[in-house]
Structure formats: structure tokens, C-alpha cells
């Protein structure tokens, strides 16, 4: 097969997974508990500002990923008490707060690494030759990553007890209190949980991406989207919001070029935005 | 600001009775005073502290201030002391033009200088109106012509126009493969590289942009340019996007046989991009940190001195502006006065100090330098060839 | 009226003030924080009235300031160019309306995605505005673009923009305060409430985002001339943004508060980023603030927004409040006119057949069939979940029906929308008191007035503010409580609240009123006043009632027809003995106390 095509097809399928892993936090945070939350990029630049401290501790790169977890459960704790948790029933207040929040913690960064472009060392290199084509191989191990990660979340989401209380707490947040679920906890809970997915996004990404203070804003309106146009709150929509967003970028990128793909993303967020405005496969 | 020390104090006076400066100067301490604070000659800096170029801001600023205090140092303007005022000009071209008309009105300022995108250039041009000198000092699309506006700023002639043969030559490029964002500069830039390939007697074989806003993955394109298979890249995507490409690019394995070119590589950009992702990359600026030369040993030794340990990376946008700032003590030197005939008959042919040496403004009001072509590949950008007095092929009146 | 009239006058004074007491170069910079102000204000309409947030307002000002900047460049400059006013305000607006009629139709509380197209759009507006270079001079931006006639100094600038800025404060206090700005709040509170009197609440939001659309066209109008130069980042996400942030921080639900917020802001950004200058120990400070004013900005409205939900204006709304009551004019009714209805005259003769509902497995109507043709009233009973409330639901589309047809008068009207069904006449009052809290109750009845009386432009006239009704004088009789004009809704008991949400759904005089256990939580006398008035209005309006109830005493005693229901169907209907003696009924209630 033309080593062309095989090449861009493992580009449509890194485009589309790595988007998926990026999006993956919102998808919890906004598809279960309505959150927009615009700083949802900031968390994974966050994670990949772990990365740089961890390669410049000398310690290896996998170690980051215990580390961005520890780090997200306490910024996740942190920011849903004082910033979400009053803001619930204000939802356009709450995409606001959290826009405040990402501007806070761009400076911040900014304040404490300086605004300047990091490079870390990529953990395996080389490439792999698959059909002809020859892909890097971190590329191909992020790809499995992301496909492990949402094995797991998803064998935990239909199977686990703790996610049947999240079901229906998002279901029906009364009820749920009713019959003693403690919302408050798992809300807060849920919200970490997105948070440690995003920082986890980030620190896989690192090292093929610019790591810089502005990294997160390159990823959250299309993280937008692919939640938005996909639907909330099911696993089945943030597999079509990744593909339709992604995917159409990388397909008309590599049979056209990036201005009409770019143009291309915008005009079918805004058709399906308005034509299904709960999305493709929303959660009923 | 500038911050003086006491000796600065006591060699200013000293200079000034010497000089036998006005006949006031020789009265009363207090009186000499007021007319120090009522005759600092204030030039504006608009430098990057907010915004996408923010990460430029420290060492522009260390620049500006260096040079404002060699200048102090040396006896400041006419006799009287350079006041430094910085301003933002990573903002909207609207509040650029805000600050400039606050510092025009109030701070009554006597010169500007800017290191910023072209957008906020118009905007400031379009305030000034030419009524108080300014000049432009980073890399940029050339094309400015406006009236009393000096550039000191890199132009694609001169980057391209000494870049692009000499590649061609030491490396034997045949085919070019064009990427850039989609503005002006990338587009300007690709022009004189098509007349310059063709000269070359080589051919264009792709040309792509990417949107500014765009996502941030060069993944197709690099898969493009692979199934091209050109023998050199013109790589003129700026900022986090240079960053990636570089990275995509090498990551796939391109690195092996293709020569790049970047427009915009300096030295905080190579950081990013890492040496592993650097073989066969160059960068053609007018400054570089490695350039070995007197001048620049003496500016560099003077730089880390003001700024000790943590110094800001050196980079051209930084070194820009100090060579504006030097550009400004000049010619307001030459002319006695900061009248806008005065300048521009004083600006011709003028030399003035540069982080790397002596640069002439010329009467197009541009300037031509020596570039210098940098190599990357070992993660620094090591000088490897030298072009001396390369015109700026600017046609300003 | 007077007293915050003065305050008005006050500001408009202080604004002409400023070169005077302030000099020229605090007026320049408020000049282009005056044209913010103007666009902020579209935001708060939206946002503050309608209950939706636009977060696209930058793309309509970048179209206005392009547009004007290409007419002064290209068509007329100088006087002629004050002509371009009107092109310029009004393309944007109506661009903005016909945007807004696309998304909202057809679907209720958008929220969110609402938000995110306008979103993506100002992305769009952004990209093409970069892009073409030819018209819009790509990313440098507009150049040269000369100034209006009159324009030619800071000061003269200075005035024209702050008289900007004071009609169009103008213009949303008028909208704030028309009929339309109480519709507005309304439909902020309950959406789909609002659509049972008759709204089309697409056409409102619409008409709420072509209002900002103008105000935006305004600001963009004078922005070309004043800046002369247009760059793309006008009409992007950040602007955008800042517009929205500015909204909040003022007070988004007044007529003042997005404005007051865009010069707050606009300043204080101004004045930390530049602040520095001012030499002694506070070198540093200054230095850190022009790299990180941005922070500090931000900091701000993060305290804001979780402090001050109404803003900084909100501070004053109590204030504000009290001032409008003492000044107040006594209140001289006009006789409102007729409900304009559509369809037959004379009793509804509406008429359900086989109508399925199901949501997954569960049946929730299995093929109900059922007639009402008299001026009469039918109570509909059956044990709990037997699908009464899901009747009438189906009845207003909230259901979908999978089999069946609804017809009135002859004419088919499954899946109408809940204004059409206000317009042939169909009014609804829900289980759940479902007026608007934040209303008083005198805008509360206005609003069930309005719906089926009034055409959506006469909704600007003031005068609508003064509509009354013999039936509402009655009604004022039999329930005192509802003289209080200006007691909040908020503020009323349960029993209050269906009293008032009865004499609402009765105030659109409606042909056929369906009433959804409108006793419910009341006390004895307060149920016996309910009937005496639901009595008395069916024999005033000749009214048909559709009566879900389950206490059977009440039934008996007002009840012409009963239907019962049973699992989705009609298991019986005729009068109230006949009903009781039947069997069927017998065998399902057994255990119920008769």
C-alpha cells in the first residue's frame, strides 16, 4: 500500500486519539457535571509544566504521571471548593470564574518558568515501520496509551458501583441525596477525576508539543466542540465529538490544507451546534 | 526606569561644567537640578510584556535599559540624561496607540522605540503622524516608509536574499517546499525566496500556510513534504508553531535528508525546538548570541554584568532594540534637536552602535547590516559564514 | 420617577465633564473605553435581560468597524460620512436577528450552545478577517482610514463618543424598561412558561441579540474613525471575551451596569499597565504589574463574580429601587384590547385519538382517545400515573406522540408549538406554581396580558405598561392581595402563588384552560375561593376547563364530565354519578374513600 496513505491514515488516527486523550477531562467535567470549564486547558499545560520539573529533577519521564496525579487531586480539591462549588447553579458565571482562573494561572506559570518555549526529551525515540510507512514511534505509544486509559475508564464506568452513584447523582441530583448518596463529595470527587485526566493529558503530550505558558488555549475551544457537537455526558458522543473535530481537521488537512480545514472545523461546529444542539449521542 | 548611581551623579555635573554646557549650569546646585529633571530627554521603549511575544519581554527590557545607561554613562544626549520609559506594546494596536498618545501628551516623550508586530506599528505610526521620531527595530516584511519613522529591523531581502544562494550552494538544494502562517510576513518572505530559488536554479515544489489560531500539529503537512521529498524546507511559521514543526519534522525522520531554513529562529525558539530536533536547521539573522566580534564580546560582557546570573536569553528581539535605542542617541546627537528635518538630513548615511557592531542607517531610512548565517544543529545557533554590509532593498523616499 | 431621573442626569453631566475637569488625555483614552462601553451594553441585554450569553459580540463590532472603515476609505469621507451611520448600525442588527432566529427556533433553553456557536462564529469572523486580505488588509490590519467630519481633535472625539455612549445607555434603559424588557425577564425565569401566553420566545431572543447586534454596529461605526486603523483581533474570541467579563463586572442587569463595568475595567487596566512612572520604592511594583496587570485584572472579576452576582451596579439596585418608588406616578389603567385569537369562535371542540406515548419500555399514553365540545368542565381523575399531567404535556408537545392525532375545532395540532396553541386559545396552568419570582405582580399579570394581545413590536410601547382588564379588576376583588403591584412574586406563599398563576392563565382569556391541580397545597378557604373563581370565570368567558384532580369532593362539586383515566387510556367518562356507579371505575379505585 502507498506509504502515503498508510502515513495519513496513522495521522487520522493519532489526530483523532490525541484529541481524545486532551478532551477526555472535560468530558467528565463538563458532560457529567455541566461544568464549562475554560480552564480546563491550563490543567493540561499544567501536567506538562510537571513533566519539565520531573526531567529537570533528573528523575524519568514515566514518573511524571504519579506526580501530575498527586499535583491535579490537590489543585482539583482546591479549585472546585472555592471556585465551582458556589457557582453550580450559576453556570455563566462558573464559564466565567473559570476563564479568570485560566488567566491566573498563565501568569502564574509564566511567573515562575519564564514565557519561553521548553523542550523536553521525547521518552522513546526512533519510529516504527508499519505497512510501508515509517510513523514515530512515540506517536504510536500514545495512541495505545489513550486506548488503555479509556479501556479502563470504561470497563470502571459500566461495570463499577461508584460509577452507578455517579449515574445517578447526574441523573437526578435529588433523588441521589435522598437515598444518602453524598453529592457534594462525589461532585467534588468527579471534578479531581477530570482535573487528574487533564494533567495526565498534558504530561503525555509534552513531548511532542511546544510547552509553553500559552499551550492550554491551543486546546480548549476544540475541546469545546468535540464535547459539544459529540454530546454530553456519553461515552459513544465523545468518540464522535473526537472524530468529527479531529478527524475532519487531519482528513481535509492532508487532502486539502490547514486553512480550509480550519475553516472547514469551524463552519460544521457551528452547522451541528445549530442543527443538534444537545449534540449527536447526548445522555437522555 | 533607569536607576543612576551616585558617581553617575558627580561625572554628569563634572561633564556638564566642563562642556561648559548653558550658562545656567554654572549656577546654583539647585538650580541645576530642576533643569536636569526638567531636561531628561525621554525615549518610550514598546516592548513585549504582555502577550503571545511575552517571553521576550525581560530581555528587551534588559536591553533598553543597557543601553539607556551606556548612553547616561557616556554623557547622555546633548547634555542631558536619557529618562527610559517602557511600555507594552504585546497589546491591541487600539491601546498601543492609547499609551502613545498618554505618553506623547503627558510624558511629553522625545523619542519611541518599538520592538512588536507590525499591526501595532501601524497603529503607532497612524498616532504619531509623524510628529515625533520613531523607530522600528525587530525583524518584519519591510514596506515602511512613513515620514520621520527610522527601521532598524531585519528585512527579507537581506534574510533571504543572503540565505538562500548560500544554502544552495554549500548543500546542493534543488527543490524548495514553502510552509508559513498566513499573514503577510510569511507571505513576503515566500516571495523573495521564490525569486531567490529560481536564481538558485532550483524549484518550488509546495507551498502551505497554516492559519494563525490553527491547531498547533503539523503531522499531515510533514507527511506531505515527505512524499514531496524536496532537498530544502523554507520554514516560515513563527512562535509555538515553529516549535512543533521543527519537532514534527524531525520526529518523522525528515531531519535525515532536508535542510531547513527558519525565518524567525532565534535563540529561545532552538530551545524549544531541542538539538535533537535541530540537524540541518539554520536561522539567518543580524544577530545571534555566538557571533564572535569585539563589539558583541563587549555587549555581551556588559549585559550579563547588569543582569548577573539569571540573565534573559540573548536573542535578536532584545539586541533589537538596543541598537534602536543607540540609533535614537545618535542621530538626535547629529541633528541637536529631535525636529523631524533636522533627523532626517542627520539620519543619512549615520553610524551607530549594535549588540554586534557598527549598522548605517541609510537615506531609505533602513538600515544596512551584515547578517550572519546560523547553524543549529548542535543546539546552539553557531555562526558559520558572515555577510557583510547586506542592503536592506528597502525604496523609502 | 424624579429622583432617578436626577441620578441620570447627574452621570450625563459628569460624563460631559470629564475634558474639562479631567483634561485631554483622560478624555482620549475614555473615547475608545466609551465605544467598549457601547458594545458591553448588547452583552447585558442579552445576557442580563434575556437570560442568554453571547459570546460573540466582538464579530458584530469587528463587521461594523470594517464596514465603516471601508465607506469612509471608499465611498465618503468627512460629512457625507456620517451618513454611513446607517448602513453600518443596522447591518449588524439585522445580521444579528436573522442569526438569532435560526438557532433559537425551534428549540427552548439553548444556553450553552448558544454561548459556543457564537463562539465558534467570532472564531470564523476572525479567520476571515485575517485572511482576506484584499478587502480587510489581513492582519496588519485597516489603514488610513480618515476621520469623520468633526472628529478631528481628542476633545471633539472625546464628546462624540461619550454622547455615543449616553444614547445608548438611552436606548436600553427604554428597552429595559418597555414591555419587551419585562417579557425579557420573564422568559429569563421560565422559558417555557412564557410560551403558554403566546411569545414566541425565538423571536424574542432574536429580537434581544438584533438589539445587541446594533448597539455593536454603533460602537464598530465609530471606531473606525476614531482608531483609523481596524485590526482582526476586533472581532475575535478576546475582545469577545473582555465584553462579556466587563458585563458581569458592572452589573449585567441594569441599564447602566455593562457600561459602568467597561470603564472600571478599561481603566484600571489602563492605569496598572501604564501606571509606572511614578518613581520611588514602587519600581518594582510597577514592573511587576505591567507584565501581570493581567492577573490581577482577572483576580478582580474572579471576586467579583463570587461575590457580586448583580455586579458593582448591583450594589445599587436597592437603592435605585427605593428611589423609583418614591418618585413613582399613581398608576391610570387603559382598557387593554382584545385577545386576538385565531380559529372558531364558540366552545373548543378539541379531540384526542389513539394517542401512544412511550419513553423506552414504559407506556406512558396507550392509546387514549378522548372529546371535550361544551363550555364546560371535565375533570380528568385516575389513580397516580395514569397519565393525566402526561395528557396535557402531549397536548403542548413537551411529549412526543409516537401514534395518535389531536385536533381543534377540526384542525390537526399535534406537535404545535406552545405559542400556537396560546394563539388558537389553549392556555395552561401547571402543577408546580410556575410564575416568575423576580417579577412583580403586576409585570407577572402584564405578561399573560401581553402574550396574546399584543404584536411583538408593540412591546416598545410604554403605554402597554398600563393594560387592565374587567376581569383582572375582578379577580383583584375576589383575591386583594393581587392590588399589591408591586410585591414581588418571589416574595408570595404557595397559595399566593397558584392564586396568581390562576388569574394569569384566566387574564389571557383563553377558550380552553387547562388547569393542573390548581388546588394543590391549598388551605380549605383558599380551595373554596379557587372554585368560586374558576366557577365564576367559566360562566364570564363562557370557558372550557380541563380539570386534572384527585380529590373527589371537588370533583363532584364542579365536575359537568368526568374522564377517567387508567394506564394511559380512557377507561371511562360521562357525568359524576355515572362514573361512580361504574364498575370498571370501582375496580380501579377500590380503597379510594367516595
Redesign the interface.
Known sequence: MDPLIVAQTLNFAYAVISLLLVVLGLAVTLGWLGVMNLAHGEFVMLGAYVAVVTERMGWPFWAAIPLTILFCIVLGIVVERLLIRPLYSRPFDLLLATWGLSILIRKIVEAAFGGGYISLTVPVKGSLDILGASYPTYRILIMAFTVALLAMLLAWYFRSSAAARVKAMVGNPMLAQAVGIDTNALARNTFVVGTCLAGLAGVIIAPVTSVNPFLGLDYVINAFFVIIVGGLGSVLGLFAGSGIIGGLDSFVSAILDRTSAFFLVLLIAIFFLWLRPRGLFARN | ?TKRTKSLNLSRRQFVLASGGAAAALASPAFIRDLKAADEFKIAAFIA??G?A??F??TQKACAELAVEQINAAGGINGREVKL????GG?????A???A??LM???KVDFFAGSHD??VR??LV?TFKGKTPYVYTPIYEGGECAPNTYVVADTPAQQIGTAIPWLYKKHGLKDCYLVGN???WPRVLNEHTKKAVAAAGGSIVGE??????????F???V??I??KNPSFVMVTVIG?YN??FN??FA???LDENITRLSALLEE??L????K??AKGLYGCMSYFESVASPDSEAFKKAYLAKMGDKA??LSLIGTDIYAGINFAAEVTKKAGSTDAAAVAKAAVDLPFKSAVGTWVMRSNRHVDKTMYMGDASSGKLEVVETFKDVASGETCK | MVYSRAIDILLIVAVLAVPTVLGDLWAYNLSLVYLYAIATLGVGLCWGQAGFLPLGQGMFLGLAAYMSGLGLIHVAGGVWGWLLVVPVVIVPGVLAFVIGLLIFRGRTESGPFFALITLAMTLLAFQIATAWNSVTGGFNGLRNIPDLAGMSDFTDRYYIAGVALILAVAFCMWLIEAPIGVVWRALSQNERRIAFFGYSTATLKAAAFGAAGLLAGFAGFLYAPQQNLVTPTLAGFVVSANLVIWAAVGGRGSAIGPALGAVLVGVLSTELRDGGGFGGGLDALWDFLARFWEAVVAGFFIIVVLFLPNGIAGLFAKLNASLKRLGRLPFRPILAPPVRTEGAAGPPALALSGCRVAAGEVRILNGLTLRLDRAAIYCLIGPNGAGKTSTFNTLSTELRMQEGEIRLDGEVISGAAADTLAAKGIGRKFQIPSVFPNLTIADNLHVALWGTRARLVSLLRPSLRRWDTPLLATLRERFPFLAQRDRIAGDLSHGERQVLELAMALAAEPRLLLLDEPCAGLSHEDTRQVIDAILWAREELGLTVLLIEHDMSLVREIADHVFVMHQGALLAEGDVAAVQADDKVREVYVGMAS
Do not use: C, H, W
Open positions: 526606569m510584556l504582555t503571545p511575552s517571553l519581554g525581560p520609559i517602557i511600555a507594552d497589546v491591541a494596536p487600539g491601546e496607540a492609547k499609551t498618545v498618554r501628551l503627558r510624558d507590525s499591526a501601524q497603529a497612524a498566513d499573514y503577510v502551505e500556510y497554516v492559519p494563525l489560531g490553527a491547531p498547533n500539529k503531522e499531515e503537512i507527511t506531505r515527505k512524499a509555538a516549535v512543533v519537532q514534527t520526529s518523522f525522520g529561545n525558539t530551545l524549544g525546538i531541542g535533537d530536533n534573559p536569553q
